[in-house]
């Protein structure tokens, strides 16, 4: 039973590690996609499978050898998982505290009555998808004197496939398996790339014009970049140089990083399932009554 109950957090490891080369191997939303969801998987079995280990306190309550002798598991390791549980339900709480705070902050921008487009007369370049209905594209003034006409296309065209793609609900389902599981905190860097280049790629195929997505995108990373108080996605923040030879180099995907990650979920929330029985089997045989 110790082996399954520590078997989740093998896989987030496993994730964190394989997530970089997720990016490659898979089309960017079906990576972001399944990373995604295999991220709140195995961050749920994991949680759980912490909380099984401090239910194996159990083994103490009085009159209940048998527990003790079919609860391999030192008491110590179960205490000090405790301050680790709750731990990660405060990131969980900050995490919502913050997406909460985005959200009034984001309110504060965008007016009920505004068209798609709002320009913001900000001395910093910069611009945002904000999710909603309908969703709403903001850009600073300066972003638009950053980039030429066609740029500025290329680059509504890539807000506007936040918005469709859903990326602000990908963004968020990272964020918070993230704050439940710190080791998932790579895999929640991989799927904000990923959105970014579902989103370059989204752009190109609205423009016709690859080489077009490619200058906007560098043209957006060489303007000054903001200090930003709302922590939307943007068009010119994460991996610009992969994503340029991304847009400019035909990508070679394989299925091996779909089977990664749907794999490893799979073994995290089985193992989590396996332990809860098996648990619940000594319960019932130990307990009296």
Do not use: K
Not at 54 to 67: E, G, M, R, S, Y
Not at 90 to 116: K, N, S
């Amino acid at each position: 039973m110790t082996v399954l109950v520590t078997l989740p957090l093998v896989m987030s490891v496993l994730l964190a590690v394989t997530a970089h080369r997720v990016t490659r191997w898979l089309p960017p939303a079906v990576g972001a996609w399944s990373l995604a969801w295999s991220a709140v998987i195995v961050a749920i079995s994991t949680v759980w499978s912490l909380s099984l280990l401090v239910a194996f306190l159990v083994d103490d309550i009085p009159h209940t050898p048998l527990l003790e002798q079919l609860i391999p598991v030192p008491d110590a390791l179960s205490v000090a998982t405790i301050p680790i549980l709750i731990w990660s339900g405060f990131r969980v709480l900050a995490a919502l505290y913050r997406r909460r705070q985005l959200r009034a902050g984001l309110a504060a921008v965008v007016a009920p009555g505004d068209g798609e487009l709002i320009v913001v007369r900000e001395g910093r370049p910069d611009a945002f998808a904000v999710a909603g209905r309908p969703g709403r594209i903001v850009v600073t003034a300066s972003m638009l004197r950053a980039l030429s006409a066609p740029q500025r296309r290329a680059l509504l065209a890539h807000e506007r496939a936040h918005l469709h793609g859903r990326h602000s609900r990908l963004l968020a389902m990272a964020q918070f398996a993230a704050a439940a599981n710190p080791l998932l905190i790579p895999v929640r860097r991989a799927i904000g790339y990923l959105c970014e280049r579902h989103a370059d790629e989204q752009a190109a195929d609205a423009t016709g014009d690859r080489t077009l997505v490619a200058e906007a995108l560098a043209a957006a990373a060489f303007a000054e970049r903001p200090v930003r108080a709302l922590p939307a996605p943007a068009f010119h923040h994460l991996g610009v140089a992969a994503r340029v030879t991304a847009l400019m180099s035909p990508m070679r995907y394989r299925s091996a990083g779909l089977v990664a990650a749907a794999l490893l979920a799979l073994i995290a929330f089985t193992a989590a399932c396996d332990a809860t029985d098996r648990f619940y089997e000594l319960l019932r045989h130990a307990l009296p009554g």
